[in-house]
């Protein structure tokens, strides 16, 4: 294909002692060569591909020295974007990278919009779209585990899988079309239905186990979102702060979105924590103080988890009782705190309100109970789930929503063929899955969905 040459700064704004302006297209190189000179002034065309150069880079106009660079050069299409790509490397500062770009802009080539790098990469073939949407997750993984789904996801796996479900698909068709050519053989529509049968149901359980993995990957993605939960002076703020503290907090700021956010993270045991509604809970102190047991029902909708904190010097009180009755169909973890002081709680009746939930003590003023509790975070994640490589892991809500219709069609589709309905019309659900399956990877999906997709993406990527 044939694409316009584009640049972009590539790394994170105003981050790092280096930044990199990128180009990518049939001209990157000669732009390259309009405004780079190397000390033995040879020209970047003569150079062989994958090389590393050091040089000035100089305005033409002015001969004047504008920074002094490294610069990769690499012809496609062993490349990101199967393009000429050459990537400037230069001093960090907001004013001097922009000072390169600018110049690059000057000399040819055109400012990428966001996602344009990875676009370009799907539409050259060398990517597909679940892959193109793995890239935009690396970018925004904040735990080694996640961004091990977005690897094993960018390194072609889903994609692998939903190759096979779409191959059995196509196989179910192919029987299906003898059977239609061939009406007057009663023993090919006897053959047709248990093949159909068969490899739909083998299809509709696959979809099922990526199903089963969506709701980890989507909390890996984009963080288990948690409240911190209890009666005024529990011991709630002591508890976000050693939870901040003892793990490394994650600032991430998710740009080239609408929503320019700044979220903050903190990683217990590979669990990304989404704090809720932190600022607040720092400012006002808390959430139940703030506004109310009845309105702080309205803050735990959306939440993944409670930690409910109770004071353990203190035996339960109605206001604590009411607390669990809140949280009652939720997921949760009961900290009964300070266990440093003289103990009033009935532990075995705080039990008996938690039903099968874990109550871990701490004692917040003296560190303990922490590695405790963080160990019951992780294990209520990742109880009775398979890790490791093995997995192939969903995160994608566009992915889940599709799997989810496929789901059904295929399931239509089952449900037609058992009741005896003609193998033809029955094929109108298997393609349709086929189809929707597709969508995933890019196969069949419309132009707008491209564009709109890779707009998300940050500048630069
Ligand atoms: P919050 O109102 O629920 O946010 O509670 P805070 O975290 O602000 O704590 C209230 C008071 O309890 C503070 O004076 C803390 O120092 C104290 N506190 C917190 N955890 C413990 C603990 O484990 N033991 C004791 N003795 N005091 C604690
Ligand atoms: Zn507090």
Not at 172 to 190: F, G, K, M
Not at 223 to 235: A, D, E, H, K, Y
Not at 310 to 332: K, Q, V, W
Request: with cysteine.
């Amino acid at each position: 294909m044939d694409f316009d040459t584009i640049a972009a700064i590539s790394t994170p704004m105003g981050e790092g002692a280096i930044a990199i302006v990128r180009l990518s297209g049939d001209e990157a190189i000669a732009i390259a060569d309009h405004i780079f000179q190397a000390p033995n002034r040879k020209k970047l065309a003569e150079q062989a591909t994958h090389t590393i150069h050091y040089g000035h880079l100089i305005d033409p106009a002015t001969e004047e020295v504008v920074e002094e660079v490294m610069l990769s050069l690499m012809r496609g299409p062993k490349t990101f974007t199967r393009e000429d790509v050459v990537e400037i490397n230069c001093h960090g500062g907001l004013v001097s990278v922009n000072r390169v770009l600018q110049l690059a802009l000057r000399y040819g080539a055109r400012l990428a919009e966001p996602g344009e790098f990875t676009k370009r990469a799907f539409l050259n073939g060398r990517i597909d779209l679940s892959q193109a949407e793995a890239v935009m997750d690396l970018i925004r993984a904040k735990t080694d585990r996640a961004m091990n789904v977005a690897l094993t996801q960018m390194d072609g796996k889903l994609s692998r899988l939903i190759g096979q479900l779409r191959q059995a698909l196509l196989e179910t068709l192919a029987q299906v079309e003898v059977n239609i050519d061939y009406p007057e053989y009663d023993d090919v529509e006897e053959m047709t239905v248990p093949v159909l049968l068969e490899k739909c149901s083998w299809v509709r359980d696959e979809i099922d186990k990526l199903l089963t993995t969506s709701s980890q990957g989507k909390i890996l993605r984009e963080g288990l979102s948690t409240v911190i939960l209890g009666r005024p002076n529990v011991g709630k703020s002591s508890l976000l702060n050693s939870l901040v503290h003892e793990n490394k907090a994650i600032v991430t700021n998710i740009a080239g979105t609408t929503r320019d956010i700044i979220e903050e993270y903190v990683n217990v045991r590979g669990v990304p924590l989404r704090l809720v509604d932190t600022a607040g809970i720092r400012e006002t102190e808390d959430i139940v103080e703030r506004i109310g047991v009845e309105r702080s029902r309205e803050a735990l909708k959306g939440a993944d988890l409670i930690l409910l904190v109770l004071n353990g010097a203190e035996s339960l009180s109605p206001e604590d009782e009411r607390l669990f009755e809140t949280i009652e169909h939720m997921d949760y973890i009961v900290v009964v705190n300070k266990t440093d002081l003289p103990q009033q709680i009935d532990l075995q009746y705080v039990q008996k309100l938690a039903g099968t939930r874990r109550i871990v003590t701490t004692s917040l003023l003296q560190e303990e109970g922490v590695a405790e509790l963080e160990e019951a975070i992780s294990a209520l994640f990742f109880e009775g789930q398979v890790e490791g490589g093995d997995m192939t892991y969903v995160s994608n809500a566009r992915h889940i929503a599709l799997l989810h219709q496929a789901r059904k069609t295929v399931e239509d589709a089952l449900n037609a063929a058992e009741a005896g309905v003609p193998v033809d019309m029955v094929q109108i659900d298997v393609t349709r899955t086929w189809e929707i399956l597709g969508e995933i990877v890019g196969d069949t999906v419309q132009e707008s969905l491209i564009n709109q997709l890779f707009s998300q993406f940050c500048l630069g990527k």
